[in-house]
């Protein structure tokens, strides 16, 4: 069975200041994929990244960067130079390759707060 | 714009009646789905369509729940007798083709069940 682990509820940095969110998965299959979204108070779920499980190449955009550990099952986000309007929560999500593989888990979300 | 939408984005209703939810989603994305999502915790699947075809339910989506996708455009999820428990943020969302492709979600409906 799949499952996905954010062990921060929450997280509260100041303007500036880099932070890291941490994803732990579990899944059987060899392949999959990871994936991270934002929700911001808005409410509408915005798609950041997805990453297969045959990439471990870490992968930048801007001042958003990730960290795909296949050793240690973590697929971690982090956001360099934290902005007010990165305030939102994060999910990470796992789709397995095998079977239907649109059982897209979702884990329980960080909510992220930058204070000005 | 050409995202995805649904409508309504608040519904209010009393425990027992029924209610019905309606997702446009981002044109020629033959897949559309369907989650659940409730204060504090990552959305929930429920089902999915490859066009007009349902081919998966959760065990999530119990008797009361129907979803339909008659023509492979929009589609509707209802929910019968509605209970206290139903209340939730019901997510739409679509993707362009088969396999692990991301998933664009809608606004979503906010359904409140007194």
């Known amino acids: 069975a799949q499952k996905v682990t954010q062990a921060q509820t929450e997280i509260s940095v100041v303007e500036k200041e880099d932070v890291t969110l941490d994803c732990v998965y579990e899944t059987r299959d060899t392949t999959y994929y990871l994936f991270w979204y934002k929700q911001p108070p808005s409410g509408e779920l915005v798609f950041l990244i997805r990453r297969n499980s045959f990439d471990e190449q870490n992968e930048i955009s801007g001042r958003y960067s990730w960290n795909f550990q296949k050793s240690t099952s973590s697929f971690n986000f982090t956001i360099t130079a934290s902005q007010v309007v990165d305030s939102a929560v994060y999910f990470c999500a796992l789709s397995e390759a095998s079977g239907n593989n649109n059982d897209m888990r979702f884990g329980a979300g960080t909510r992220l707060t930058v204070k000005p | 714009d050409t995202g995805v939408s649904q409508d309504p984005r608040h519904k209010i209703t009393k425990r027992g009646q029924n209610v019905t939810f309606r997702c446009d989603p981002i044109?020629?994305?033959?897949?559309l789905y369907w989650y659940r999502q409730t204060l504090g915790q990552g959305p929930e699947f429920l089902t999915y369509f490859q066009n007009e075809a349902q081919l998966e339910k959760s065990r999530l989506l119990s008797d009361r729940f129907s979803a339909e996708r008659p023509k492979g455009s929009f589609s509707t999820l209802e929910i019968q007798r509605t209970e206290q428990g139903d209340s939730a943020m019901y997510l739409c969302a679509s993707s362009p083709w088969e396999g692990a492709d991301e998933q664009y979600f809608g606004p979503g409906t906010r359904l409140t069940v007194t």
């Open positions: 044109s020629e994305h033959n897949r």
